[in-house]
């Protein structure tokens, strides 16, 4: 995959506000797509916002404003609008004809980005299959487009023929990515079955938050750093040194984001499986920034599509040396400390040891798994393989007079109570047969 950037574009960004969320968090937004635009080498000119209630169905915004935006890309010799939403085919089109810029949306700026910081096999076919995937929606709503407004027998032109070979190509070409994809995962999977004897920890957080710092103090790893948002999007494991224990790795994973689009989060299923499998989620958050708890909440947002909300999270507010007041630090970390139950501040890149949040790690490791027992019938082999290979086992041993495994497991929360309930169900459905 190349970016479609070659050389720094100069930009118009478009956004509009219909009042159906807090003016705040959408301004936030704006200043997002303005980080992004700067992470893709384009240079922000200047940013229009316009309000109303609802978007035009033609040109997104009132063509009023469309008129003005191209006067203005003449005097300040613009020639890429981005846009803070998404737009459908005709809207792009449209706006293209009438100020005669290249149009670009919020998802296709953020593709863009990941295309260009796409380093490994992996990620590079991930972004291309979320690249895929966008254009053949879009090409889908466009001929939706075309069959509305033509009708149908009759009217069957080479454009849409055109569109539909366009959807068969896309189709075939996203097939045989899903497919490769497949294959590396399958690799992936060997992988994390090797480390389950390992205690598993992952960082997550919004991207540029220090993540890949934090993971390369840690680690003594040379992870790529740069203040730029998606700088790294791979996955990375390396072992965690700690006085305590020689069990733990840590896993470094792509930045999360304000509308973090959907085909990322479905191409990059592999990659976030170290969310999803981790024991303990290190959630790393930039204190710099003027509204962390928008952050905070959009980190969230992504882990709960994940299924990953209900994991332990150690909450780890870094860049703390940037805040200057004494007074305001106080005030700031006291109020954390009641809203976020597990909490440490530091400083990823000038800090000298992190032997306190190496100990809380280890701490919430051992809290967030224990022991128990359960009573296994030797008829639920499929749990019991599942045990075997997933699970830490203390003990074990084999009841003769009930013919039930008995199995001393150390496991969290979510997987004992899993493992139980697979077990009342059984002995439920067998009580009803019998």
């Not at 459908?88 to 149009?103: H, K, M």
């Not at 700690?242 to 990322?264: A, N, W, Y």
């Not at 290190?282 to 920034?289: A, E, I, K, P």
């Not at 040396?321 to 890149?349: G, P, V």
Request: proline content about 1%; overall charge neutral.
């Amino acid at each position: 995959m190349e970016s479609t950037k070659k050389v720094k574009e100069r930009v118009f960004i478009i956004g509009l506000y219909t009042g159906k969320e807090d003016k705040q968090e959408y301004e936030n937004t704006i200043v997002e797509l303005e980080h992004l635009c700067k992470t893709a080498d384009a240079q922000v000119i200047d940013v229009f916002v316009q309000q109303l209630d609802k978007p035009n169905a033609s040109t997104y915004i009132g063509k009023g404003k469309i008129e003005e935006i191209k006067e203005r890309t003449k005097e300040d010799e613009v020639d890429t609008l981005i846009f803070n939403d998404n737009l459908s085919p005709a809207q792009a089109r449209n706006i293209a004809r009438i100020t005669e810029c290249n149009i670009v949306d919020r998802t296709e700026l953020i593709l863009d980005i990941f295309a260009t910081h796409a380093k490994t096999k992996q990620a590079k076919m991930q972004v291309e299959l979320a690249i895929l995937q966008y254009n053949y929606s879009k090409l889908r709503n466009l001929w939706q487009h075309f069959s509305r407004i033509e009708g149908g027998i009759g009217t069957r032109g080479p454009g849409e023929t055109q569109i539909e070979l366009d959807r068969r190509e896309i189709q075939k070409k996203i097939s045989k990515l899903k497919e490769r994809i497949k294959e590396v995962e399958r690799v992936s999977v060997v992988k994390r079955k090797k480390r389950k004897q390992f205690e598993n920890v992952a960082l997550v957080g919004y991207t540029n938050a220090g993540k890949s710092t934090l993971f390369n103090r840690l680690t003594g790893e040379q992870r790529y750093v740069a203040n730029k948002l998606f700088a790294t999007l791979d996955s990375t494991t390396r072992a965690l040194d700690t006085k305590e224990s020689d069990r733990i790795v840590l896993s470094d994973t792509v930045g999360f984001i304000r509308k973090l689009p959907h085909t990322l989060v479905s191409s990059f299923h592999s990659t976030l499986l170290e969310v999803t499998e981790a024991d303990l989620l290190l959630h790393v958050v930039d204190v710099s920034q003027p509204d962390i708890e928008a952050y905070i909440n959009s980190v969230n947002e992504v882990l709960k599509e994940l299924g990953a909300d209900n994991k332990e999270i150690l909450y780890v507010f870094n860049k703390f040396d940037s805040l200057e007041d004494n007074i305001q630090k106080k005030m700031l970390k006291k109020s954390l400390e009641l809203k976020y139950h597990n909490t440490i501040f530091i400083s990823a890149k000038y800090d000298q040891d992190f032997d306190e949040l190496k100990e809380m790690i280890v701490q919430l490791l051992r809290e967030s798994k224990k022991e128990s027992v359960v009573r296994i019938p030797t008829e639920l082999k499929n749990l019991l393989s599942y045990i075997e290979s997933d699970i830490d086992i203390v003990m074990r041993e084999f009841d003769q007079l009930t013919i039930e495994h008995v199995i001393t497991i150390r496991a969290s929360k979510e997987d004992t109570k899993n493992i139980i309930k697979q077990i009342e169900e059984y002995k439920l459905k067998k009580y009803i047969n019998e």
